[in-house]
């Protein structure tokens, strides 16, 4: 009733100080006024938040709304940011450990794999769809898994980085105790992925765990940490074909293999480029650091390496001409991204790193559509014999 009576007084003071050259946010705030009003009487809680006067959320952040599209309508945001953002607010700490708000991480350590499933699938033959999704998913419980042991590893020098401090272990949303009964749980669905695949793939699959576990602790040892983390992202490429074909065939494996680590030392160093001073601060090592303003040159070095390894792999698997025609587009798009790189703006180095979700996902559709081709030309072959 109060309000009720006090809303046409102050509408009034608004209309004053409008009439004579209020400023602009005067004038919504009356639109304002009249919505709080509006929401006061139906009690309408969309209503009853004035949109002008959101100076902002927690830790002076400004409350994020729904974008206006066309006529008017509301676009709904579809990125994962947004769904962790939406998700009950007790469970938004847990999906934050374990990155699902970054899927970039996810991509780089699902995209081996698919390489190899693609390789191993027969002439003229998409990839298997069921081992595509099974790997998708074990790639999601793994990254994550390897997310809570680093934070669980490193939540002492989480703290003293900037760009880390407000991770869910570092910032106290999550104590250790309660990361290792999620990470229990994450490994324990991991391990019933790896149950689907035949004997072989759940032995290989359970020597990689050893990796996982060491990694964290190979930036306080080493400057090659990002060495150890290529071994471990990477195993899905010896482990895509065991689960299709039952073994490895090492002759293109290991230079599927050894091209993957080559292409994560690129990505992971220029990636290590964002926190180099802070690393320098608490004696974290890492390959930016070992590299230092070196870096191009050793970059390019491994740029050849992971091209003469796909070389390599795809001649020992009978590939054809989309795939190196292909080869010649990732080849274009890793001088790119070396020459175009400014080690100095972590801006500039997540750009880079995050722009090769795109690379892989190209060298994917090189590999199927030069699995494709097969079938053209073993069907091509009979038909010229018959015309001699």
């Known amino acids: 009733m109060f309000q009720a009576k006090l809303a046409p007084r102050l509408a009034l003071e608004a209309l004053r100080r409008t009439r ?24 309408d809680a969309s209503l009853r938040s004035d949109p002008s006067a959101s100076a ?6 400004r409350v994020s709304r729904p974008s206006l599209g066309p006529r008017g309508t509301r676009s709904i945001s579809l990125s994962a940011a947004t769904v962790v953002n939406s998700a009950p607010a007790p469970v938004q700490p847990y999906l934050r450990l374990m990155r699902l708000d970054k899927p970039i991480g996810t991509w780089l350590l699902y995209l081996p794999s698919t390489w190899s499933i693609a390789l191993a699938a027969d002439p003229g033959c998409l990839p298997h769809l069921d081992v595509l999704t099974l790997f998708g998913v074990g790639a999601l419980l793994m990254r994550g898994a390897g997310c809570t042991i680093n934070d669980m590893w490193d939540k002492d ?26 990470l229990g749980g994450q490994l324990s669905l991991a391990l019933g992925v790896l149950l689907c695949l035949n004997y072989y793939s759940i ?24 060495f150890v983390l290529g071994l471990t ?10 689960a299709v074909k039952g073994f490895c065939d090492w002759s293109v494996c290991l230079p599927l293999y050894f091209s993957g680590v080559m292409w994560t030392l690129i990505y992971d160093t220029i990636y290590a480029h964002q926190d180099k001073d802070d690393d320098i601060k608490i004696g974290v090592k890492s390959t930016a650091l070992r590299f230092s303003e070196q870096t191009k040159p050793w970059l390019s070095g491994f740029a050849v390496a992971m091209l003469s390894g796909l070389v390599a792999a795809g001649v020992n698997a009978e590939q054809t001409l989309p ?6 587009a990732v080849a274009t798009h890793l001088t790119h991204q070396i020459y175009t790189l400014d080690i100095n703006k972590p801006e500039d180095c997540w750009k880079k790193f995050s722009s090769n979700r795109n690379l892989g996902l ?10 494709l081709w097969k079938e053209r030309r073993e069907t091509l072959q009979p038909n010229e014999e018959a015309v001699r």
């Open 362 to 371: 190209l060298l994917l559709l090189g590999i199927v559509a030069g699995n």
């Open 323 to 328: 795939y190196y025609a292909v080869l010649s």
């Open 56 to 61: 902002g959320g927690p830790r002076g952040h």
């Open 203 to 226: 032995a290989l699959g359970a020597a990689s765990l050893c990796l996982v576990v060491s990694y964290p602790l190979m930036k306080r040892i080493t400057y090659w940490p990002q």
């Open 233 to 242: 992202f990477n195993w899905g490429a010896l482990l895509g074909w065991s």
């Open 20 to 43: 004579h050259g209020a400023p602009h946010h005067c004038r919504r705030s009356l639109s304002g006024l009249f919505l709080l009003a509006e929401g006061r009487r139906t009690g």
């Open 157 to 182: 020098f989480d703290r003293k980085v900037s760009r880390t401090a407000s991770r869910p272990i570092a910032s106290g949303q999550i104590s250790q105790m309660q990361a290792l009964v999620f």
